[in-house]
């Protein structure tokens, strides 16, 4: 559905887009991620063609974004992360006013409007004025509008960017349902809601895509086999030294506890040294209150990938 080829955008002679591509299939839901300044609202800006790149190409469910924009923009729904609403105007008039807009045919006007207000929460606030409403119904009728012309992809950018809690969960949950019926591109900083709803992840850093694939993946390539967490009473550098002794272990950091324990979070790039470590707890006489094998989380990954401790950088 979505083709980039070395795409670059230069803004006063700096990249801030530098040199990338990568596919989205159709029926994909894709976490686009990267820490602020990385190149994210600028790629998704041009693949919505509100941009022109300095060199590349987009091209959207088979139509060129750039030599044909009109044709590939009837394929995307586009949600941007300050979204444009009119506060003055009220739910069903801004909707029609931007199906309008889309070109949504005017027979058919109304039910498309009552259908994305249903799919989106809004069935009874057709007569508020936007204004009045909370940020999260705002996000609502963002999300409505860029539904109203039913496009085969919606790109969404930072979607849930200064809502509460209660807020993100209604609108991911929301996010999930749509993405039964379209292919999503989804930008965000909640890195639990981008593994929650995403079956791959893109991460982008100083410009450049520096992983893709899906975040089992990604932990098996560049994270190791297993994260071990263990709570240990002692002193923490012969601990540690310790514990760098034992066979298979990478790195070993901690955190301090309560009463003399801390608490080692233990990298392996064998699949569980668990009895090893408690081997050596026993023969060295430390003192041993837990010992866990844990999942790696995307923040893991991002924060691997983004501050280079990989050592590798992942094709896209």
Request: proline fraction near 4%; hydrophobic fraction near 40%.
């Amino acid at each position: 559905m979505i083709k980039v080829r070395h795409l670059t955008k230069k803004f006063a002679g700096r990249k801030a887009v530098d040199d990338i591509s990568f596919e989205i299939k159709r029926g994909e839901i894709i976490g686009f991620l990267g820490p602020n300044g990385a190149g994210k609202t600028t790629t998704m800006r041009m693949l919505t063609g509100f941009l022109h790149p300095t060199r590349g190409s987009v091209e959207i469910a088979g139509c060129d974004m750039f030599s044909n924009p009109l044709e590939a923009r009837r394929h995307i729904g586009y949600m941007p992360e300050s979204c444009p609403l009119y506060p003055e105007m009220r739910v069903d008039e801004y909707l029609t006013f931007r199906a309008q807009i889309k070109g949504v045919p005017r027979r058919a006007l109304k039910e498309r409007r009552n259908t994305v207000k249903e799919q989106c929460g809004l069935t009874n606030a057709g007569r508020r004025i936007i204004g009045q409403l909370s940020k999260g119904y705002k996000q609502r009728v963002g999300l409505a509008d860029s539904l109203l012309h039913d496009p085969d992809i919606l790109i969404l950018d930072e979607p849930t960017a200064g809502l509460d809690p209660n807020q993100i969960r209604e609108v991911r949950e929301l996010i999930i349902q749509l993405a039964e019926r379209h292919t999503l591109l989804l930008s965000t900083h909640i890195l639990p809601e981008a593994e929650m709803a995403c079956r791959r992840i893109l991460i982008i850093n100083q410009g450049r895509i520096v992983a893709s694939d899906s975040t089992e993946s990604l932990q098996k390539r560049l994270l190791g086999d297993s994260l071990i967490m263990a709570d240990i009473q002692g002193n923490p550098a012969e601990i540690e030294a310790g514990l760098h002794a034992v066979d298979a272990i990478d790195r070993v950091e901690h955190e301090a506890l309560e009463d003399g324990w801390c608490q080692y979070r233990i990298d392996s790039a064998a699949a569980d040294v668990r009895s090893r470590i408690f081997d050596c707890a026993v023969s060295k006489g430390w003192k041993l209150r837990e010992l866990h094998l844990e999942g790696r989380s995307l923040e893991d990954i991002f924060i691997a990938i983004t501050r280079g401790e990989t050592g590798m950088e992942t094709k896209s």
